[in-house]
């Protein structure tokens, strides 16, 4: 790829200037000034080692208003485009341009997650107090921790539940960090997590209740390439797949037509 033998400083300029023409498609000096704290004739030199790495006939300078625009004979040089890249654009413009919802979960407490990832490379069982949802009151368990998992929104651990004898998801800010952690020792008589070392295999498509154009769009949204869209997860992560896709609320955008389950190859196993 482009600017690999480059100084990550500068590779990150560049890399940055080839997002803001093919999104803009426009850049100039004081882009790069304004963004990294550089000097005028350093950011004349990043255009420079543009130029040539893309080709004049890609980039026109236009004197009146002073920038370089992108021409139709523009490629990007750093890989292909994403809308995480658009985000980061639209999060340092001045205005109204951009917002987005804050974050509920980044209160979640260190100091509940260090002890059991610990844990989890001791191979340890520990006593906690969780609140369940469930649960009015709180509750003393022991519970093996043994991996973590995120839903997209926040992290989960995955442990066996000594108390209640199974596989369990615990949300670690449910855990009173005052009353736990105290007591540990080695963790024994674990069984297989078959639910994590096995395949849930789900085929998805527009829910009937749609029309035909509303279909197309969803097709689209959810990059549909044939009548069915197949995914693989784990089927311990089945629950949350189903939430955060929707499939489990009263109007869905999306139907299961069918869901199959396999276990892992000894590869796939040991490769994840």
């Not at 790829?1 to 997002?19: G, I, S, T, V």
């Not at 004049?56 to 002073?66: I, P, T």
């Not at 973590?148 to 449910?174: E, K, M, N």
Request: proline share 4%; glycine share 4%; hydrophobic share 35%.
């Amino acid at each position: 790829m482009a600017f690999d033998d480059l100084k990550h400083a500068q590779k990150e300029r560049l890399e940055y200037l080839d997002r803001l023409l093919f999104w803009d498609g426009a850049a100039t000096r004081s882009s790069l000034v304004d963004r990294f704290g550089i000097s005028n004739p350093q950011a004349a030199l990043d255009f420079k080692m543009y130029l040539q790495a893309a080709g004049r006939e890609a980039l026109k300078y236009d004197a009146s208003s002073k920038r370089y625009l992108a021409t139709e004979r523009f490629s990007r040089l750093s890989g292909e485009a994403s809308t995480d890249e658009l985000e980061e654009l639209l999060g340092g413009r001045r205005g109204a341009l951009y917002d987005m919802l804050p974050d509920l979960q980044r209160t979640q407490n260190v100091r509940v997650f260090r002890p059991l990832y610990r844990a989890v490379l001791a191979n340890e069982a520990i006593e906690i107090v969780y609140q369940s949802m469930r649960d009015p009151e709180p509750e003393t368990r022991w519970i093996a921790p043994l991996r973590f998992a995120s839903d997209g929104v926040r992290l989960h651990l995955r442990a066996w539940c000594y108390t209640r004898q199974g596989f369990r998801d615990f949300i670690p800010s449910r855990i009173d960090v005052s009353r736990s952690f105290i007591n540990r020792r080695a963790a024994s008589d674990v069984p297989k997590d078959d639910d994590w070392y096995s395949w849930a295999i789900l085929k998805l498509k527009p829910h009937d209740d749609l029309t035909d154009d509303q279909k197309r769009v969803v097709r689209i949204e959810f990059g549909f390439d044939g009548d069915c869209l197949e995914i693989r997860i784990r089927k311990a992560l089945e629950f949350y797949t189903e939430r955060r896709w929707g499939l489990d609320q009263e109007n869905p955008r999306l139907k299961c037509v069918s869901r199959d389950y396999e276990a892992m190859t000894e590869d796939e196993i040991h490769e994840g």
